[in-house]
């Protein structure tokens, strides 16, 4: 199985660095480079479709990127971003500072508005749930996207804080498929 995951467009919380979670914040102003981006993404889409299923998260700023990508993704709250509890809405370098070496090295020891295995107990779920398709395309979010990378490559999302991804970045993951 492959899934190819795109990280939502800039919202105006990501350039002020703060954190969102599962805060329905909407995507920035498109910019000429942001749609200089999309245009090198869908590039990028063209040869790897067709795709069988294309999702979004249940937040509304992975629903407008996929839009801007002239995609009707199906609505998945496996997707959801990570809950960052009382540091949503605050800068990021609060909750590293509060942290430390546990946010990059130990996050699934961490709670949040969700303990952060949570998240880990979502991905497992969401490759048994879509197992049986083929290549998927995902719109989603920062922290499940570095999560999904650190669970393909390690087995266990403890490595997702030592990963980074960007807005709008474009990822394709395989998997092996059980039948």
Known sequence: MRITLIR???????????LQGRRDIPISQL???RIKGVIRNQ???IELSPFDLVLASSLSRTQQTAK????????????DELDFGPYEGRPKQEL??????AWSQDPLSI???ERVYQLEE???EFLAKYNQYENILVFGHGSWIRAI?????HGTINHMNQITVANNECISLEFMTVR
């Open 111 to 113: 709670v949040l508005g």
């Open 43 to 45: 590039d990028k889409l």
């Open 149 to 153: 990378i650190s669970y393909a490559k």
């Open 68 to 79: 801007v990508y002239e995609m009707n993704p199906i609505i998945e709250p496996l997707l």
């Open 31 to 33: 910019t000429e480079d």
């Open 96 to 101: 590293l500072n509060d942290y430390g070496l």
């Open 122 to 124: 979502r991905i497992i």
């Open 8 to 18: 939502h467009l800039p919202t105006e919380w990501n350039q002020n660095t703060w």
